[in-house]
Every structure is written in C-alpha cells, then in structure tokens.
C-alpha cells in the first residue's frame, strides 16, 4: 500500500508541476496555426525557397544570355623584351627587340535565337611602342567592325533552348507550390501526432482517477466481504497499469512537442495545447475533375512534354553535329594606321573579311548511324517511360479520389463510434458501482471507449492527410473551387 500511495502522490505531484510550468507560457494552436507557421518558418519552407530561387536565377541567366552583351577588353600593358631573328636579303641577323603594346576595344555581341549564330560590332584601338635607340610609335584603329558568325547546318542550341527553359521555370513554379503543399502534410502529421499524444494522455489521467476511485470503492467492499480478494487485486493490477500509462504517455507527449516545435522553430520553453479540428468542409470529389486538374496543372504533366522535347533535341543533334557542316564568318569596317594619334581615326581604310569553313566526313566506319541510332533509341526509351508513368499518374490521382471519398464515411463513423463508447462505458462504470456487472465487463468498456476515442483521431489525421496529399496532386483546391495559385514575388531575392 505503501507504494501504491507513493506512485499516486508522485503522480499528482507531477501533473501540479506540469501545470504550473505550463502557466508560463502556453499556445493553443489550431491544425491552420501549424500549417501557416509552418509555410513561413519551417526548414522545409526555407530550402523549397532556396531550390526555387535557384530556379528562377537560371532562368533569368537564360533570358540575360539572349540580350546584347556590351565588353571591354583592355592590354595596359604588355611588355616584351626578346631576342628575334630577322631575314634581310644580306641574310638572317639577330636583333634585340624590347617594345610595350597597349590595347582597347569594346564589343557589342548578340546571339541569334532563330539560326544559331552570333552577330557583333566592335571598335578597338592598339598602340605599339618600340624602345631602341630612340622611341618610335604607331596606332593602330578600327573604328567600327561589323560582323556575324553563322553556323550553316549545324545543331542550334538557342531553339531548342527557347522551347525547354521557359518550360522548366514553369516547373519550378508548379513544384514550388507542391512543396508548399508537402509543408502543409508534414505539419499536418506532426500536428495530429502531438494531438494524439495528448488526447492519450488526457484519457490515461482520467482512467487513472476513474482506477483510483474504484479501487478504493472495492477496498471498502472488500473489507465488508461483499467482493473477493481476487477482484481487488485486479483493481489494483488496473490502477498500476494506469500509473505507467500516464508516465508513459507524458513521456511521448514531450517526445511529440519537441519534434512539432522544432519543426515549426517555437521556443524551447513553450508549451503547446493544440485545438482538436474538425473535416474539411470539401465536397465529394470527382474523379474525372482531380485527374483533369492534375493534368493541367501539375509540374509532372508539364515534365512529360519537356522531356519529349529534349529527346528529340538530343536525335536532332546526332543526325546535324555528325554530317556535312559549314561555317559562315564575315566582317566589315574600317581600320587606319598612323603614327601621330591625332590622325589615327582620319580617312579609315575599309577592311573586309569573308571565311567559309566546311567539314565533310568521308569515312567514319559508321560511327555518325550510331550516334543517330542511340539518339533515336534513347527517344524512343524515354517516350515508353513517359507514356507508362502518364498511366500510373492518373492511376495515382483516381485511387486518392477514390481514398478521400470513402474517409468521409469512415470519419462519420469513427465519431459516432466515440460517442457510443463513451455511452456505453458510462453505464458499465454506474452499473459496476452498484454491483451488476464484474471487473472485467468495465475494463473492456474502457478499453473499448479508448480505443474508440483514439481512432477517431487516427481518422481524422487520414482525412486532413488525404485532403491535403489531394491538393498537392491536384494543385487544385476543392474548397474553393479554383486552381491553387501563389505570389511568387513574396519569396526573397525574387522580382
């Protein structure tokens, strides 16, 4: 008796500590609380942003490469002393040559999207100095250059570009929002399991004050012999089993709290008390609309199509990088040499320059039909692969549906089979303390009543879990009726 005593002050003594800490700083959080605190703090919050602000910076690279590029390039100085040979009509002779060249020139570059190639304007300015005896100057400038390098039949890189990389930052926009969507099953996990941990609690403080009065009802009625000492035994086997409960229980409470508040970054020292929720307020859902939906709005669907399309750069490719090429180089401008500066830009000369290059392979044994054969096969690889996952996609989609729409009728009866278990162990309970029933009988009701009590919250974890998984499937929110759609400028170091 002694340590039955014991381990009920201890108890008590624990839940008075417990919730005169918890007067220090207690937070009710509701499932939306977590869900925003999350979306803003999380860890997982942060790295989606990161990923997704790499995303955009590459797609703004991409749209920066297709501007006009203005450069300078300078040389002040370079600096050369050497000894050179030099052939004269009296013969070769040797010469010490010491001479300083500086340059200076700005180019304005532009690449062509459409054929691949690159047109540019440049303007220079050299000047040499050699040192001897005494110091001789030239100048050398062109004052304008006008040219443009064209690939003739050779493999653009800018079209293919211009299809896929808009494409993908649409990805990176639609996976941004899944992610979001992720954040908001995590949390909602980690919400009912601290919710579930506490509910447990609650029932095994109770069952431990409902233990306690009934084993000191059975002392009383053990001590007048109108129960055996068996019974009482059992009492007090369930009063300890309660007692360990509870210790138990705390334990995974805390467990609980720590990994919800360091999810959500929460001070250490907050105590947290969560708002049971109740379902959605989503209607039944219709097959055909989440699958039309996921279609039209997820970053999967729109891989599928950017995938097919980098196949097929990949064969085009092959079949234009291993056969007949040429390449097309012309400038024209004007250039003057002096040696006064004041000159150096005066009556300018023209210059012009046209190189055509070709490259025809005569005789590679095949390895051009084998590089365009593994193109086509990857191509073909890759369409298999995306016609199949297309299938497991809609799969996917409808059997959710399907999940989400037959939790609604399990959370309706996980709630009334609470309710009928809390009944029902009301009337055990009176119908044991004034003698109909044994011992047995009521701790089947309560273990039925807490069975009942927890699995009502398991239901509701897996209708909010399902509900959300819906959305990130979908990007679609069934709720309000309407494509799920974000702000992507709230995200820093995004214009």
């Known amino acids: 008796m002694k340590v039955l005593t014991t381990l009920v002050l201890t108890t008590i003594l624990t839940a008075i500590s417990f919730s005169l800490h918890s007067q220090n700083q207690v937070r009710m959080l509701s499932l939306s609380d977590v869900v925003e605190i999350a979306k803003k703090q999380s860890p997982d919050?942060?790295?989606?942003q990161h990923r997704f602000r790499s995303s955009y910076w590459q797609f703004r690279n991409y749209k920066a490469g297709l501007m006009p590029m203005l450069t300078f390039d300078g040389t002040l100085p370079s600096l050369s002393r050497s000894i050179e040979k030099i052939t004269t009509p009296e013969g070769d002779f040797f010469y010490n040559r010491n001479l300083a060249t500086y340059t200076a020139g700005m180019s304005l570059t532009k690449n062509i999207g459409l054929t691949g190639g690159q047109i540019f304007l440049n303007s220079d300015l050299q000047r040499i100095d050699i040192f001897g005896d005494s110091t001789r100057t030239s100048y050398l400038s062109s004052p304008l250059n006008i040219g443009i390098s064209q690939p003739l039949f050779n493999y653009n890189p800018y079209k293919w570009a211009k299809k896929v990389e808009p494409m993908r930052y649409n990805e990176a926009?639609?996976?941004?929002?899944?992610?979001?969507?992720?954040?908001?099953?995590?949390?909602?996990?980690?919400?009912?399991?601290?919710?579930?941990?506490?509910?447990?609690?609650?029932?095994?403080?109770?069952?431990?004050?409902?233990n306690d009065t009934l084993y000191q009802i059975a002392r009383g009625r053990f001590n007048i012999g109108?129960?055996?000492?068996?019974?009482?035994?059992?009492?007090?086997?369930?009063?300890?089993?309660?007692?360990?409960?509870v210790e138990s229980a705390s334990l995974d409470v805390q467990v609980k709290t720590f990994s919800l508040k360091s999810f959500l970054r929460l001070p250490e020292d907050m105590t947290l008390e969560l708002i049971s929720p109740t379902a959605p307020e989503a209607p039944s859902i219709d097959p055909q609309l989440a699958v039309?939906?996921?279609?039209?709005?997820?970053?999967?669907?729109?891989?599928?199509?950017?995938?097919?399309?980098?196949?097929e750069s990949g064969v085009n490719r092959a079949k234009t990088e291993n056969r007949f090429n040429a390449n097309l180089f012309a400038v024209y401008g004007l250039t003057q040499s002096t040696s006064d500066f004041s000159n150096v830009y005066r009556n300018p000369q023209e210059q012009q320059r046209l190189v055509l290059g070709v490259q025809i392979p005569i005789l590679d044994w095949g390895l051009t039909r084998g590089k365009i054969k593994l193109a086509e096969s990857d191509r073909d690889l890759e369409t298999?692969?995306?016609?199949?996952e297309m299938v497991d996609f809609d799969q996917q989609i409808f059997l959710k549906v399907m999940q989400f729409n037959m939790q609604r009728n399990q959370l309706a009866i996980a709630a009334k089979s609470d309710t009928v278990a809390v009944k029902r162990y009301e009337v055990t309970k009176q119908r044991y303390l004034i003698g109909k029933i044994g011992i047995i009988d009521l701790n089947l009701a309560q273990t039925e009543k807490d069975n009942a009590q927890q699995g009502y919250i398991a239901a509701l974890s897996s209708y909010w879990r399902s509900f959300y998984e819906l959305r990130k499937l979908t990007l679609y929110d069934f709720v309000a009726g309407r494509r799920i759609i974000f702000n992507f400028n709230d995200i820093p170091d995004v214009e």
Request: glycine letters at 0%; zero cysteines.
């Open 45 to 48: 919050a942060l790295a989606s």
């Open 173 to 210: 926009e639609r996976r941004y929002i899944e992610d979001v969507e992720q954040i908001n099953i995590n949390a909602s996990n980690l919400f009912f399991s601290l919710l579930d941990a506490q509910i447990r609690l609650r029932i095994q403080q109770l069952n431990l004050a409902n």
């Open 226 to 245: 109108t129960i055996a000492e068996n019974e009482l035994l059992q009492i007090e086997l369930s009063l300890l089993n309660a007692q360990s409960a």
């Open 292 to 311: 039309s939906e996921a279609r039209e709005n997820r970053s999967d669907a729109l891989a599928y199509e950017r995938r097919m399309i980098v196949a």
């Open 384 to 388: 298999t692969a995306i016609q199949q």
